[in-house]
């Protein structure tokens, strides 16, 4: 696998033209893909792309701490259909009388959610989808559509200090628990840290490590026709 940290990757796609030996134990003559690849866009001094663009079908996941930006880049860059758990819990506030805790109805928003992310992914469109990062069965829940589809799957990773996350978290003027961040920090850590070794979660065909610059210079996330 290959962390590639120099030059700029405006288009990527999965037909990389890299292959892979056939894994110990897969059935004979069985397709695996091309070889995942690590994209590190972090620390380039403004000299980032502004546009990246996935196979068609393929999809995306983004994540990173809670208030790291995920949220402001998928609704500015993404045109494609794009599932954020933060649109679901915002259409459920509006319902919801105001002085009711979200933790009452936090289970609804999570079905609402991913009862949306079910019938996207049936669509077979290519999806932008929210992931927290600790929630691996979500990506290994994508992992298996895209296999099923014959696309990839990509990783798109906010590496942000926990302070400047915990930031944005008052700018949005919504948080999380110091429990539930600290559960954030050690798996964004690990994910960002496996990624600067050259490896990413299973299933998936790529990662990309972006910075808070990075991300605020990216103008387009979207798909190839």
Known sequence: MTV??????PAMTTASGVTVPEQPGAPAGEALGPAPVVRDLRAREGRTPRRLRFGAGDLVVVSGLPGSGK??????????PRLDSQDARDR????????????????????AHYAALRRALRSGESVV???CGTQA?????LAREARRRGRGLHLLLLDVDP??????????GRGVSRYAFTRHRGAVGSLVRDAENGRVPAGCA????????????LQVLGFED
């Open 129 to 131: 989808v929210h992931d």
């Open 206 to 217: 790529s990662a990309v490590l972006l910075d808070r610059s990075a991300a605020d210079g």
């Open 71 to 80: 949220t402001t880049l998928i609704k500015r860059a993404v045109a494609a």
């Open 92 to 111: 459920w506030a509006r319902r919801m009388p105001r002085f009711l805790p979200y933790a009452v109805y936090r289970p609804l928003v999570r079905i």
């Open 137 to 141: 069965w979500v990506r290994r829940w």
């Open 163 to 172: 302070r400047t996350a915990l930031a944005g978290q008052r700018e949005r």
């Open 4 to 9: 590639h940290k120099a030059s700029a990757y």
